[in-house]
């Protein structure tokens, strides 16, 4: 009777999408095997959260409402998460592979003295817990059988599915207890960049560009043909090395790793660190117009052509159908 724990991450009051994601493959598990899913927020006011959450699949959400969570800071949120675990003993933590996710979770497994398996990108329990996660730059992937309890795992942004069901969780507030806790950094302050722009982890639809874009001026090409399809627009580490746009929209194995519905390359040639940043994309299509580039033999769709013919082609014929 498994009892999982989900962490709802939100930005400026935003749950992350991620979140959403964890608690429908929780519920899944838990219907599976007879146990419950606990939301867990914390904020400096409750919100919606629980009621949204509830809607997602949680049988209980936890708050834990203190004006110390206004910003994040891991000392306080990887205490606050440690202590939970302690209390109310779920047989896992799920948490969000997001840039925060990252940064809390081996916080928290320190603190627990527990395991910490990042990047999951599969989930099971049948008696005993089954963690799948890439290894080798997305060329294979391992499954991993964590022992004791609980242990953290960091789970892979689209990796699974929403689904929404009637009903709402109980709510219930629990003491973070941050009481003599003092952090040996804080925040001075936040700068966000690209506001209003779609966030490459979360999105459903990438478009990335390549060293085949020849210069900076020609990334408005990828720009509009992710706003025409509401698509997030990211780019190969080549393109970010030269200047041509910022490190926030690299994709790969130093940079971010993404795995939309639907990958669109355009002039990426198929590099292996590239590669590992999006190969578990549910469906690619490559444009390219070398034909033996490497990108096509992961593609589920290539086109063999100029970038600068077929992207402004696509970009018009997406306008039309969508009106």
Excluded at 13 to 39: F, H
Excluded at 148 to 160: H, I, L, S
Excluded at 208 to 219: F, L, M, Q, W
Aim: hydrophobic content about 45%; overall charge negative.
């Amino acid at each position: 009777m498994p009892n999982i724990a989900v962490f709802i991450e939100q930005r400026d009051g935003a749950v992350k999408k991620v979140a959403w994601q964890m608690l429908s493959e929780a519920r899944r598990l838990a219907d599976a095997g007879g146990g419950e899913v606990w939301a867990i927020h914390l904020a400096p006011a409750a919100g919606d959260v629980a009621a949204k959450a509830g809607a997602h699949g949680a049988d209980k959400v936890f708050n834990a409402m203190d004006d110390a969570f206004t910003t994040y800071n891991s000392e306080l949120w990887g205490t606050a998460l440690a202590n939970f675990c302690r209390e109310k003993s779920p047989d896992v933590l799920l948490v969000g592979s997001t840039a925060l996710g990252k940064d809390v979770a081996p916080k928290v497994a320190g603190k627990l003295g527990c395991a910490c398996i990042s990047d999951a990108v599969g989930l099971t329990h049948d008696g005993d817990w089954t963690v799948r996660r890439p290894v080798y730059a997305g060329k294979c992937f391992v499954e991993l059988t964590p022992t004791g309890g609980p242990f953290v795992v960091g789970v892979r942004p689209n990796a699974f599915v929403i689904e929404e069901k009637a009903g709402a969780g109980a709510v219930e507030d629990f003491a973070a207890s941050l009481d003599g806790v003092e952090p040996k950094a804080t925040v001075a302050r936040v700068e966000a960049g690209d506001g209003g722009k779609v966030e490459l982890t979360e999105a459903e639809v990438v478009v990335s560009g390549g060293r085949g874009i020849k210069g900076p001026e020609n990334y408005e090409l990828i720009e509009k043909l992710a706003e025409t399809l509401g698509a997030a627009a990211g780019a190969s580490r080549a393109v970010v090395d030269a200047g041509w746009v910022d490190y926030s929209h690299q994709v790969g194995q130093t940079g971010k790793t993404v795995g939309p519905n639907l990958y669109i390359a355009c002039g990426i040639s198929g590099a292996i660190q590239h590669l590992a940043g999006m190969s578990s994309s549910k469906c690619i299509v490559a444009i390219n117009k070398d034909a033996n580039a490497p990108i096509f033999k992961i593609a589920d769709y290539g086109i063999v052509g100029d970038l600068f013919d077929v992207v402004p082609a696509l970009t018009d014929e997406v306008g039309k159908l969508k009106g």
